[in-house]
């Protein structure tokens, strides 16, 4: 099926809990209530004619007013696939797990948990999995500004080019 | 002797250790010698790449996309261009593709050349590495008479590749794949068939294939699993649909289905595959530009897209925002590699310490393309 007529499908179930359907700009998707995506996830992974059997790619995007996650299941048996997305508030955003559905949920989140600060609610794992355990903050948001220093090491480094201009002089 | 149970000994693996491919961290229960579980900690190689991305701009993050992966740095480079090229409803010349494809396939079988040597490296056979090493040397000569360079290439553009082949370049690459495909035979009957090779590999680790796509497995270790899926033949892109190739898959023949020997021969099955595309693609490559004619000051629509390339470690999907500006908004690489870890803490539990290392290298894990 064709990624618009999936997302038509998952609409034509559940009514006014997909909130939007963007047109293609290159790829469609779907906005969906926070609250609904356990059940959106399941309908679409068990549903025999989209059998959504993985969850190929999980990330966040920090927009300023808003952090959303975007969900790209991909169904192997019918070699077709959509794209989900929930948008939360910017301060202590929340949201169900599917790591129950699919198991590759698991690092993904931890991923999006440790760099955006999304809370995956019912995650069994959810600790920060790039970043040190004791970092500060979470740097893929705009608004993330580095430490000056790590542990005493620092994090910023006079630049060599300068450094020979004033030799010169 | 099952019943026999000793005192939960907990062992750190890594980060510095030969046998884990870059920089990883294993904490290891394990029960005399044989694990409870394993548990990865990765990020040491964090490089924030997906940050830098933000930072640079379109045309500008082409040579970072190099590090992602280094050692199949050609996927990421077309992944890249591929992504911007969507976005922006560019159109890349002919023989621009044909560039492509033949150094991503060069780049496909050194690859696989490393993983199988590293593989039979990490089970304790040393001899084949050097092998497979001079192999490999062969091919980096002729990408960098391509572009420059040995490792980080970074010879795509958004539109096409940097360079034409050089002069001569044709007839250099045809008599490598003449040598190659005689070493091949060489290297199997070397170490592939070797009787104590396959019983350290038949039968551990089999992954079935409910599993590897649950856990979203890519590429030769979904193969191994007796899928056939390559996103060559199934999402077709690039000028792959005018190539006749097979997708090798595991059968079992050794153990079971999607054992580490499975995910092994898939590995050695498609360097031959890759060969056969390279000899068609070098023979059928028409005249023309490389470079499509893009604007200076690239500035794709807003809009989002997500592209897949089947990298020598699977699937790659390269999800970009942009929000009309020359710097994108957000980027993510989704790698075969990060998927292959997850599934390690699961597959780990009942295993042999020893056997950890086989499992690591069978999946062909880069820590670089783990962590980002």
């Given at each position: 099926?064709?990624a ?20 293609k ?21 068990e ?52 790591e ?19 809370n995956?609610?019912?995650?069994s794992?959810?600790r ?10 979470h ?8 430490p ?22 | 002797?099952s019943?026999?149970?000793?005192e ?6 890594g980060p ?7 920089v990883?961290?294993?904490v290891v229960?394990?029960?005399?010698e ?7 900690d ?12 933000e ?9 970072y ?10 996927f ?5 261009g591929?992504a911007?090229?969507?976005?922006a ?9 044909y560039?492509?494809v ?11 050349l490393?993983?199988?040597?590293s593989?039979a490296?990490?089970i ?5 590495f050097?092998?497979v ?7 980096n000569d ?6 420059g360079a040995?490792?980080?290439?970074n ?24 040598h ?30 409910a599993d590897a796509?649950n ?34 898959v595991g ?19 498609e360097?031959a595959e ?7 693609a070098?023979?059928?490559i ?10 200076r ?5 807003a809009?989002?897209?997500q ?27 989704r790698t075969g590699?990060f998927?292959?870890m997850?599934?390690?803490?699961k597959?780990?539990?009942?295993l ?20 980002r």
């Amino acid at each position: 099926m064709e990624a618009l007529e999936i997302l038509q499908r998952v609409k034509s179930q559940f009514g006014d809990r997909v909130l939007e359907i963007s047109e293609k700009k290159p790829d469609p998707f779907a906005v969906i209530d926070p609250g609904a995506i356990v059940e959106v996830g399941r309908f679409m992974h068990e549903d025999p004619e989209l059998a959504m059997d993985c969850l190929s790619n999980q990330s966040g995007v920090d927009y300023k007013d808003r952090i959303e996650v975007v969900y790209h299941l991909f169904s192997y048996a019918r070699c077709h696939g959509a794209v989900l997305k929930v948008k939360l508030p910017r301060d202590n955003p929340s949201v169900a797990t599917l790591e129950g559905l699919w198991k590759s949920a698991n690092w993904m989140e931890r991923e999006i948990f440790d760099l955006l600060g999304v809370n995956f609610e019912g995650h069994s794992d959810l600790r920060r999995i790039l970043m040190p355990e004791d970092w500060i903050g979470h740097p893929l948001r705009k608004d993330f500004v580095e430490p000056p220093e790590y542990h005493g090491i620092s994090t910023v480094r006079e630049s060599p080019i300068v450094r020979l201009d004033t030799k010169k002089k | 002797m099952s019943t026999l149970h000793t005192e939960e000994m907990t062992l750190n693996m890594g980060p510095q250790h030969p046998s884990t491919h870059g920089v990883l961290r294993f904490v290891v229960r394990a029960d005399g010698e044989v694990m409870r579980e394993a548990i990865p900690d990765v990020g040491y190689l964090h490089r924030s790449i997906e940050k830098i991305a933000e930072k640079v701009g379109y045309r500008g993050f082409m040579p970072y996309t190099d590090r992602v992966d280094y050692v199949c740095a050609m996927f990421t480079n077309q992944g890249w261009g591929m992504a911007c090229e969507k976005l922006a409803g560019i159109e890349v010349p002919r023989r621009g593709e044909y560039c492509r494809v033949i150094a991503a396939e060069f780049n496909r079988i050194a690859s696989h050349l490393l993983a199988v040597g590293s593989m039979a490296m990490d089970i304790g056979a040393i001899t084949p590495f050097a092998h497979v090493i001079r192999e490999r040397e062969m091919i980096n000569d002729l990408i960098e008479e391509l572009c420059g360079a040995r490792l980080t290439f970074n010879y795509m553009r958004i539109g096409g590749v940097g360079w034409d082949l050089p002069q001569g370049w044709r007839e250099k690459a045809l008599k490598y794949l003449d040598h190659f495909d005689p070493i091949l035979e060489e290297y199997n009957s070397l170490i592939s068939w070797n009787k104590i090779y396959v019983e350290r590999l038949a039968g551990v680790a089999a992954v079935s294939s409910a599993d590897a796509i649950n856990y979203n497995l890519v590429g030769p270790n979904l193969r191994a699993c007796g899928i056939k899926w390559d996103i060559r033949k199934d999402i077709p892109y690039s000028v792959y649909p005018e190539f006749e190739f097979e997708v090798p898959v595991g059968n079992g023949n050794w153990g079971k289905l999607g054992d580490s020997m499975d995910r092994y021969v898939v590995r050695i099955r498609e360097m031959a595959e890759s060969s056969k595309i390279l000899r068609q693609a070098l023979a059928k490559i028409p005249p023309g530009p490389v470079l499509a004619k893009t604007v200076r000051n690239f500035k794709p629509p807003a809009g989002e897209c997500q592209v897949r390339v089947e990298s020598a470690r699977g699937d790659m999907g390269w999800y970009v925002v942009s929000d009309g500006t020359g710097y994108p908004w957000r980027v993510h690489v989704r790698t075969g590699s990060f998927a292959a870890m997850g599934i390690i803490q699961k597959l780990s539990a009942g295993l042999m310490i020893a056997d950890l290392v086989t499992l690591i290298a069978s999946l062909d894990v880069i820590a670089p393309e783990i962590d980002r």
